[in-house]
């Protein structure tokens, strides 16, 4: 696999914010600057834009990543807009090595602003939706993993004192991360989380990622280039995989399984990984339920032992699995098009992550969850397996 | 649980749909439930594609009427809804698993909160449409075995 032969060199991230003070294409353009001070590069030597398709103040727009580009005056070789929802963060990544090892481009920027809270302009109703969910007042996210984690219960059992530890795991850490979202930044204890009100029962408020505003982006560069810019800290994608509509060939699906028994399979292998050899997971959390189905899928643990794989693991950024140590986001606010994990994988894979450092940066598994589909589990399911190279 | 569950009949509802899937829209005005065949594997899917999901081919798709009896695979209680669902909170919506092997999500009514179960047998409740068309709702099943 030669997307190895790629790395990111540098990462840049706004504070989380509820609700933007300003607009998208002025946090585009301090991700820009942050990015291109970071790494010396001068900005005509960026020739590649990759940003992502899950963003509500673009989603109105058939042209987002080629106005980005005029916007931010940018000439690029390789302009691309990834549709896998919320893997769409490490989707581009990968479309990003992927050009760069096709010579489409050489340094490319994967850009992940979106200020959804303050001007959503996306749609997404054009799908099963409008015909089979919305007349029954299905609502969105929250109503889907309503039904999947009441069909989970049933058949393995939700003990919520371990869903509440993670919910309180995430909020420690979000509270020692200062561009989370501040007014998440407060302790919770496993109680709040059971006694947080019903939103879609069995989904509690607690259990459910907050839109907030944000901006991040990464560039990424052939090792090649890097070496000769004299970029010491490279993070390689050694392992990536993704899936779209798992078992969508079937009518009838068991919403317990997910896409990431396929991804998380082929990534680990191309990484040459076993699951128990990942020191810090970073998956996507939109739901606490898809963190325990993420546990299962990627053989942490056997089907139907999430919980107690839950109740047996310290995940703090000092425990035996550091689980999402920027607070996830559920407690950094769902912000940067989900892009939250992977920038706080590439910081602690860096060394950079202050108070909350990991202390094996070995490796990271970053995930993706996508969309969500009709009485099943997720659209689409990725994972990307990181190791900080020379 | 203490909470008594609504349904959400009166909602206005102004519902577009799609070309391939009006058969089903058609078959509502009758209160009959048809659900697409695939006649080369011999499954049903719902909802309606413009393809068979077994073959990728548009041919192999008929429509066959179900009778709508079916046992619930999950449920969710919404405590905040869209809208237009306002004051209805809370409302119950369920995927229920047909006898001809497909998930339909639908709308409960006339059940209790307390008797709204995983594994119960439900059949079709029609709420007419201001167009002609009906809406299947789900309701329990009493006469099932």
């Known amino acids: 696999m030669s997307l190895r032969d790629n790395a990111i060199v540098a990462y840049a991230e706004t504070k989380v914010m509820k609700k933007s003070d300003r607009d998208v294409w002025v946090l585009a353009g301090e991700i820009l600057e942050s990015l291109l001070d970071k790494t010396g590069f001068d900005k005509a030597e960026i020739d590649g834009l990759v940003m992502s398709g899950l963003t509500g103040t673009g989603g109105a727009s058939m042209f987002w990543a080629q106005s980005t580009c005029d916007m931010l005056g940018l000439e690029v070789g390789f302009c691309e807009q990834v549709h896998t929802g919320g893997c769409s963060a490490v989707g581009a990544v990968a479309r990003a090595a992927a050009a760069i090892d096709a010579g489409m481009c050489e340094v490319a920027l994967c850009l992940y602003a979106d200020t959804h809270v303050r001007e959503h302009n996306g749609r997404n109703d054009r799908n099963y939706r409008r015909d089979w969910t919305d007349p029954y007042g299905l609502l969105g996210p929250p109503g889907a993993f309503g039904l999947l984690q009441r069909a989970y219960d049933a058949k393995y059992g939700v003990d919520l004192q371990a869903l509440g530890k993670l919910a309180v795991t995430q909020r420690n850490h979000a509270i020692m991360n200062e561009n989370a979202c501040e007014e998440l930044r407060v302790p919770i204890t496993i109680e709040d989380y059971i006694n947080s009100r019903m939103i879609a029962d069995p989904i509690r408020l607690l259990d459910c ?21 004299g970029l010491k800290k490279q993070i390689i994608p050694i392992g990536y995989a993704e899936r779209t509509n798992f078992l969508g060939g079937d009518n009838l699906v068991d919403v317990t399984r997910s896409g990431h028994e396929i991804a998380g399979t082929r990534a680990l292998n191309t990484a040459g990984l076993d699951i128990k050899d990942v020191r810090s997971f970073h998956p996507y959390d939109d739901f ?42 559920i407690s950094a606010g769902q912000a940067a098009c989900s892009s939250h994990n992977l920038i706080e994988a590439v910081r602690q894979l860096m060394g950079e992550a202050g108070e909350r450092q990991v202390k094996d940066t070995t490796n990271a ?26 | 649980m203490a909470v008594t569950i609504h349904d959400t009949l009166d ?31 011999k499954k ?85 449409l201001e167009n002609g068309e009906h809406l299947l709702f789900w309701q329990p099943d009493k006469d099932a075995a």
């Not at chain 1, 990622?209 to 810019?229: E, F, P, W």
């Not at chain 2, 577009?16 to 009959?32: I, L, V």
């Open chain 1, 209 to 229: 990622v907050m839109l907030a505003d944000g901006a991040a982006g990464l560039i990424v560069t052939s090792r090649k280039r890097a070496k000769q810019k």
């Open chain 1, 288 to 329: 606490l339920i898809a963190l325990v189905i993420q546990f299962e899928a990627f053989g942490f643990c056997k089907p139907g032992q999430g919980m107690a794989f839950v109740r047996d693991t310290d995940m703090s950024y000092k425990g035996t699995l550091p689980m999402n140590t920027g607070g996830g986001q």
């Open chain 1, 365 to 390: 598994l970053v995930t993706g969850i996508g969309w969500i589909n009709y009485g099943r589990n997720w659209g689409s399911s990725a994972a990307m397996a990181l190791v900080p190279g020379e």
């Open chain 2, 11 to 41: 909602v206005k509802r102004d519902i577009k749909h799609y070309d391939f899937g009006m058969p089903f829209w058609e078959a509502t005005r009758s209160k009959k439930l048809v659900i697409q065949y695939c006649k080369a594997t």
């Open chain 2, 44 to 128: 049903y899917q719902h909802f309606p594609r413009p393809v068979s999901i077994f073959t990728g081919r548009r041919r192999d798709i008929e429509w066959r009427e179900v009778s709508g009896k079916g046992t619930v695979y999950s449920f969710t209680i919404a405590h905040r809804g869209p809208p237009a669902f306002h004051g209805k909170e809370p409302y119950a919506v369920a995927s229920v698993t047909l006898d001809v092997g497909v998930n339909l999500i639908a709308g409960v009514v006339n059940c209790a909160t307390e008797d709204l179960k995983i594994g119960m047998k439900m059949k079709p409740y029609w709420h007419p």
